[in-house]
């Protein structure tokens, strides 16, 4: 495992959090390269429950670097309330993270445009976390954002910040009719906060390309899913940065010829937080059933997650626009109990006409109709299963047909969220 990518397949959810933890035994240094606080993935460590929202997977690993990319942006209160809470559990957070100087910051002015502006939208609201992750990247984009290294030099922050709060506050008080930021309260907090960190801070991009020419095994950690790209994804209702293996190499400063290896994570079914569109949605009892059977709620939010039937049509386009070797296939075991199953293998439009490659824009949500392919369903408990011979055979043919449907080998099955329930399978079936 020389370097190695791991993304989400859908919409973010997928259960990545497991698959990295299981993953960064074997690598050096896991790489955190796009997102914010947003994200969060959940692992399981015997009965303890650990969900991380800005510090990478293998944080749970003895001997192992982590490192949070200059793709992240960081609020740097809730960072510091993340490693807190790990040390108070005996995690040694600070032998095995590393921070990039070069990460932008969420400011509180961040958080109060993204709800002010959220509310604004009424019907048109895209769904934000309102955690302040869109303004911060406008920000980084429009070149008024600023980075942990500049809050670190007092003499550049105090200009950077001045500049930031003349154009936040006019906008705050006079669009949106909110009381400005005090500059010195903020200004005094955020260098307490950034100086906690100093020792962490690092060249990431350095650090990262350090470890390949020492060879070194490194994992690059996505968060979100292939269909919040910013570019790639179901515009607008995405998130603002590039989730897939192309957000590697501005995200972590790393070469993309040097990614050995491109892996993503899967549900076995969709689910998808917040607004947007999802051909396959089960706006019935039975996507219900997924998500009480699969307890599909937010780790990071909390909300209730909408549930769908596997979409072969996201999937195979997500595979190819990352050039996937390979795919694991979590929360099997979710689909226990269904006597049929069904898989989205074609959408049909307003004019009747079917398509089966995923088109660019979806148009109308309410326009087109998901073509569902049945398959039988099972009724044994999968839950203690180590290899793909324990399967019930109607599970096994269910995983084929996956793959088949994805044309990328499934490399692994989850059929439980414990650390153990996961286990390398040999390709189910050849890809078509």
Not at 253 to 273: E, H, M, Q
Request: proline share 5%; aromatic share 8%; hydrophobic share 40%.
């Amino acid at each position: 495992m020389p370097s190695t990518a791991v993304i989400g397949l859908q919409w973010g959810d997928e259960g990545k959090g497991k698959v990295i933890d299981s993953l960064a035994i074997d690598a050096d240094l896991i790489v955190r390269f796009a997102g914010g606080n947003n994200a969060g993935h959940t692992v399981w460590v015997g009965t303890e429950k650990y969900v991380l929202h800005l510090i990478p997977g293998g944080i749970l690993h003895a001997g192992k670097l982590n490192l949070i990319g200059r793709g992240v942006v960081v609020n740097l209160e809730a960072l510091i309330e993340e490693i807190d809470g790990l040390k108070q559990r005996g995690v040694a957070v600070e032998e095995r993270l590393r921070i990039d100087s070069r990460v932008h910051v969420i400011f509180p002015y961040h958080c109060q445009i993204d709800g002010l502006v959220e509310t604004w939208r009424g019907e048109g609201r895209i769904g934000t976390t309102g955690r302040g992750i869109g303004p911060a990247y406008a920000d980084k984009v429009s070149r008024t954002g600023i980075r942990l290294a500049d809050i670190l030099d007092r003499d550049t922050f105090e200009q950077r910040l001045h500049a930031a709060l003349a154009e936040k506050n006019a906008v705050m008080s006079k669009v949106y009719g909110v009381e400005p930021e005090p500059y010195d309260d903020l200004f005094e907090k955020t260098r307490a906060l950034a100086e906690r960190l100093r020792p962490l801070v690092v060249d990431g991009g350095e650090l990262a390309r350090k470890a390949h020419q020492d060879g070194k095994r490194i994992l690059f950690e996505g968060a979100q899913g292939a269909m919040l790209d910013l570019d790639a994804g179901t515009y607008p209702y995405v998130t603002s940065s590039w989730t897939g293996v192309a957000g590697i190499a501005g995200g972590a400063g790393f070469p993309p010829n040097r990614i050995d290896r491109s892996l993503a994570v899967t549900k076995a079914y969709c689910t998808r937080v917040g607004e947007g569109p999802f051909p396959s949605e089960l706006k019935c009892a039975i996507g219900q059933r997924l998500r009480d059977q699969g307890n599909e709620y937010g780790a990071t939010t909390g909300r209730p997650r909408r549930c769908g039937w596997f979409d072969a049509l996201q999937a195979r386009y997500a595979c190819a626009l990352n050039g996937l070797d390979g795919v694991f296939v979590t929360n099997l075991d979710v689909l226990s109990g269904f006597e049929e199953i069904q898989v989205c293998v074609a959408y049909r439009l307003a004019d009747g006409s079917e398509v089966r490659d995923y088109p660019a824009e979806l148009g109308k949500i309410d326009d087109i109709q998901p073509v569902f392919q049945t398959l039988p369903g099972w009724t044994e408990d999968i839950t203690a299963a180590t290899t793909l011979d324990d399967l019930p055979s109607a599970c096994r043919d269910y995983v084929a047909f996956l793959e088949q449907q994805m044309r990328v080998p499934i490399v692994s099955l989850s059929v439980g969220p414990g650390r153990t329930q996961m286990f390398v399978c040999d390709s189910a079936q050849a890809p078509a």
